[in-house]
């Protein structure tokens, strides 16, 4: 496997090959094929195995605390990946790199977490920050805190994020209402609110191009 890897990039590895190398880093001395099948038939692939949560982890058996920081690493240097690609250019030109790593921070979330993205007047990324978790429907957003934070980090617009566990992105009335909201409470201080993204799994809403925004 380690041969393939090299040779021909990680497309030469199947799902349960690359979580094998992968915990073969933190268990030298067990058998990693079978606790890499377990991943697989517990959590559907190595995207979702990478990115499950760590009580869900615990429960394979032979995977332990080691297994499970392995694979936590993993997924932190992707996300990581990912937020560079997004660093030091315009949000709003890269937008699919943009939405390829909210996908990858968000999409396999059991619950839901809500985001802002804080953006200078060129439209770079000042900071991405996680503003509230909440239960598998709903998460409590304050317009005016999202204002607030924005002006303590001299932003000039912000892109709010959430995503929907149930994998469906389709707005609530509460997005909707929220969204309404907030854009009101940064019109008032010249912040400009550029969208409010929604994702899904493997799907995502754009609130502007849905022109409830």
């Known amino acids: 496997m380690r041969a393939r890897l090299l040779a021909a990039g990680p497309e030469a590895l199947a799902d349960h090959e690359l979580l094998e190398m992968v915990l073969f880093t933190a268990l030298p001395r067990r058998d990693t094929k079978a606790i890499a099948k377990a991943l697989l038939a517990r959590f559907g692939s190595f ?3 990478i990115a499950a949560p760590l009580p869900d ?3 394979i058996e032979g995977l332990g605390e080691a297994g499970a920081a392995a694979l936590k690493t993993v997924q932190a240097a992707a996300l990581r990946l990912a937020r560079t690609e997004i660093l030091d250019r315009p ?5 699919e ?3 390829g790593y909210l996908n990858a921070a968000l999409a396999r ?5 809500f985001r802002v993205l804080f953006l200078d007047a060129r439209n770079h990324l000042l900071a991405d920050e996680v503003q509230a978790r909440g ?5 409590p957003v304050y317009p005016r ?3 607030k934070r924005a002006l303590e980090l001299h932003a000039a617009a912000i892109i709010l994020v959430h995503n929907h566990p ?4 389709t707005p609530s009335r509460e997005d909707i209402t929220m969204t309404a909201e907030t854009r009101k409470a940064a019109d008032a201080l010249a912040i400009v609110l550029h969208d409010h993204i929604i994702i899904g799994n493997g799907r995502w809403t754009s609130l502007r191009e849905k022109k409830l925004l």
């Open 145 to 147: 805190e999202v204002v």
């Open 57 to 59: 982890l615990r429960a």
């Open 91 to 95: 949000l709003l030109d890269n937008w």
């Open 47 to 49: 995207a979702g195995a």
């Open 135 to 139: 239960t598998v429907n709903h998460t």
């Open 166 to 169: 149930s994998g469906d992105p």
């Open 97 to 99: 790199r943009l939405i």
């Open 109 to 113: 979330e059991r619950v839901e977490q």
